[in-house]
């Protein structure tokens, strides 16, 4: 092996990147991926409750109606309404659309507002009608 340096330029650090909404996002967009994993095994888990029997579906459904099962319901439809808005932003860039620096700009924006607000309105509607 010789001692002589690689003329090979290195990789950009992060640091000379200016942080960006659709930055933010795509990172949300795996973590709410990742997310969506641990909340189906829950949904398994009552799935599974609910064909065991009565007991096992009073301990499952027990859970979920805890405070704690209410937040982790809230975060799981969070999750998968924002990741379903991120899907639909990059299906659309795949499409050739909306691929503009400013429209993706402001469709990563849209896709964190419209997926708060599509979550608290469906909650508030769970706990109006439902």
Do not use: C, N
Not at 14 to 40: D, E, K, N, Q, W
Not at 98 to 113: G, W, Y
């Amino acid at each position: 092996m010789s001692d002589v340096k690689s003329a090979r330029p290195l990789s950009p650090h992060l640091s000379i990147y200016r942080f960006r909404p659709t930055m933010a996002m795509s990172i949300v967009h795996r973590i709410t991926g990742a997310a969506l994993y641990v909340g189906t095994l829950l949904l398994v888990w009552w799935l599974v409750a609910a064909a065991s029997g009565p007991d096992a579906f009073a301990t499952a459904s027990g859970f979920f109606g805890s405070i704690i099962g209410q937040l982790i319901l809230f975060g799981y439809s969070w999750a998968l309404i924002h990741h379903m808005l991120g899907g639909l932003r990059h299906f659309a860039w795949d499409m050739g659309y909306a691929d503009s620096k400013e429209t993706s700009t402001t469709l990563a924006v849209a896709t964190l507002i419209g997926s708060v607000t599509l979550t608290v309105v469906l909650w508030l509607g769970i706990v109006i009608f439902g």
